[in-house]
């Protein structure tokens, strides 16, 4: 017997059918759907069938509304999660990964400037200028789907402070997102490999994964911690962690 998506049902009417062709078949077997007739339903059960319909109305244009606010706050909200995505190649527009790394540093409460907006000729560049009170940097976005970021990453960032010197951010921060396939809780230490490459001796450059920033943001908004001690943990120098200092 073939399947329906409501087999019980299907039977019955089959059944109601078949007692309809061939009483005989079905000697002790009296249809009685007159009683299912309106004239015939107790009114107090007609008052139920109607608060239930009324009831299902309500709900149903209830689910409408929160389907339709949901959708808005989920894209509204939509920056926390697409650092952990977003790369320099796959991503175009307000999918890319810098404007929504803009988004969480502002979040944190720091000011932020894209800085290739003040370029009209030349080159452009992930880079932001962020600051909290006197401390300012440079701060440089970046994004691959390498396991791990390559170093020159690191090495643009030095070379680029080094042509502003006198003229811009004395302090850098390097904001990566890498491996973007994986699960983030599951990715590498960043430059785990690198030890050396970390060893910042006067204290100028910050290596931050967005993958730590996300947990940092998220510490934020779950009010686990004050936005002053996030800005002064993403100030650190050297590789930030969220679980460090």
């Known amino acids: 017997m073939p399947q329906f998506e409501r087999n019980i049902e299907v039977t019955l ?4 059918l078949l007692i309809d062709l061939r ?7 009296t249809k009685l759907d007159w009683l299912r007739n309106d004239e015939f339903i107790p009114d107090e059960v007609k008052v139920i069938d109607k608060e239930i319909k009324r009831e299902e109305k309500r709900v149903k244009a209830f689910r409408k509304q929160k389907e339709k606010e949901k959708k808005k706050v989920a894209k509204e909200l939509k920056f ?4 952990l995505v977003a790369d320099d190649e796959h991503f175009k527009g307000n999918e890319r990964l810098k404007p929504n790394v803009k988004k969480i540093l502002e979040f944190l409460g720091f000011g932020v400037v894209d800085r290739d907006l003040q370029i009209k000729t030349g080159k452009k560049r992930e880079d932001l200028i ?9 701060a440089e976005v ?3 789907r390498r396991e ?6 690191y090495s643009d960032l030095l070379k680029h402070l080094w042509k502003t010197k006198g003229t811009g951010p004395s302090k850098g921060l390097l904001i990566v997102n890498y491996d973007s396939s994986k699960h983030p809780f599951r990715r590498t230490e960043i430059y785990k490999d690198s030890p050396e490459l970390l060893k910042d001796e006067d204290g100028v450059v910050g290596v931050l994964s967005t993958v730590e920033l996300y947990k940092i943001a998220m510490a934020v908004k779950r009010r686990k911690m004050k936005k002053e001690n996030a800005r002064n943990k993403i100030k650190k120098t050297g590789r930030i962690t969220f679980e460090n200092g």
């Open 142 to 144: 970046r994004g691959t």
């Open 130 to 138: 962020i600051s909290d009170g006197e401390w300012n940097a440079l």
């Open 13 to 16: 009417d089959i059944l109601d």
């Open 80 to 83: 926390f999660t697409q650092i």
């Open 148 to 153: 791990n970021p390559p170093e020159h990453f």
């Open 23 to 29: 009483p005989d078949l079905f000697p002790g077997m």
